[in-house]
T-cell receptor, first 114, second 114 residues
């Protein structure tokens, strides 16, 4: 069975500071991992995805994430926060084809302080 | 870019009404999904369709049905709306292959049942 845990339902950072959003997963088979962002009253927008090609994945808006198998983690980072990064972020996992199951974390709301 | 369009952003209906939520995607994706999103509960899968006229129950199908008569359109039906179905509803689509395809989401329908 798969699962996703996002540590911290709310994270606050100052503008210009490092953003670190945590995601740990559990999967008995090699996973595919995703980060999505959701702005108020909008759907989820794909930030980046890990599909085993490279452990460090770069996404849109300056975000990146590193897949660490030994730690079962896929944390999202951005070197310098911008006010426009304020949103809710979701980590998700799925596995090989033949499944339609995507397991989503419960989300982390990022607040950026001026 | 993939475009997933949900017919209504906001909808208000009364208890007992039959409610239709429509979703259209323009990228010839085989798979389509309906989720509901509630605070603290993340995304929960209601129904999944892997092809035209094909459907599978998700984790919370009770009180809902779906229709997929054409590849691009996936409809969610609340047979007799109840107040506990007040929620944000998200439609998504994806390609089946290759492995690890991300889901692409619409902007959501915020449904209120009075």
């Amino acid at each position: 069975a798969q699962s996703v845990t996002q540590l911290g339902s709310h994270v606050s950072v100052s503008e210009g500071a490092l953003v670190l959003l945590r995601c740990n997963y559990s999967s008995s088979v090699p996973p595919y991992l995703f980060w999505y962002v959701q702005y108020p009253n909008q759907g989820l927008q794909l930030l980046l995805k890990y599909t085993s090609a490279a452990t460090l994945v770069k996404g849109i808006n300056g975000f990146e994430a590193e897949f660490k198998k030994s730690e079962t983690s896929f944390h999202l980072t951005k070197p310098s926060a911008h006010m426009s990064d304020a949103a809710e972020y979701f980590c998700a996992v799925t596995t090989t084809s033949g499944t339609y199951k995507y397991i989503f974390g419960t989300g982390t709301r990022l607040k950026v302080l001026a | 870019d993939v475009k997933v369009t949900q017919s209504s952003r906001y909808l208000v209906k009364r208890t007992g009404e039959k409610v239709f939520l429509e979703c259209v995607q323009d990228m010839d994706h085989e798979n389509m999904f309906w989720y509901r999103q509630d605070p603290g509960l993340g995304l929960r899968l209601i129904y999944f369709s892997y092809d035209v006229k094909m459907k599978e129950k998700g984790d919370i199908p009770e009180g809902y049905s779906v229709s997929r008569e054409k590849k691009e359109r996936f409809s969610l039906i609340l047979e007799s709306a109840s107040t506990n179905q007040t929620s944000m509803y998200l439609c998504a689509s994806r390609l089946t292959h290759p492995d690890g395809q991300p889901q692409h989401f619409g902007d959501g329908t915020r449904l209120s049942i009075l």
